[in-house]
């Protein structure tokens, strides 16, 4: 069984997205992570390449500047925003704000692998 988790980490600042990427690399040493400047960007990885199972996307103001192409394919992942003023657009997300430490970010991306597990067993 192959435990890679790949993780598209959506952040303009280099410092924020080496420290996620060293993160996930220690919660899971399997991990690959990449870093994108836009979703659009992450989305236009290829698939058989770079298939994220996890989105660490970081707002800008505030806000995700998202078009459909872009939410469609965030749902289809576990997503995790980083200073996201309102939450409640996007409530099956984890969201995370500044300052933040390992274990917040641990314990959302564990939060959202759980949930996919747990939906399987509570639909048997």
Do not use: K, Y
Not at 16 to 30: E, K, R
């Amino acid at each position: 069984m192959d435990n890679t988790l790949c993780v598209a980490i959506v952040i303009r600042d280099p410092l924020v997205s080496q420290d996620i990427a060293g993160i996930f690399a220690f919660w899971n040493p399997s991990t690959v992570s990449r870093v994108f400047e836009t979703v659009a960007e992450a989305r236009a990885a290829p698939e058989g390449d770079f298939d994220p199972m996890l989105v660490f996307v970081a707002a800008q103001d505030g806000h995700l500047v998202l078009d459909p192409p872009d939410v469609d394919w965030l749902q289809q992942r576990g997503v995790i925003t980083l200073d996201l003023r309102d939450r409640r657009l996007f409530p099956h997300w984890q969201h995370l704000a500044r300052p933040f430490t390992q274990a917040h970010v641990i314990e959302a991306a564990h939060r959202l692998i759980a949930d996919d597990e747990q939906e399987r067993v509570e639909a048997e």
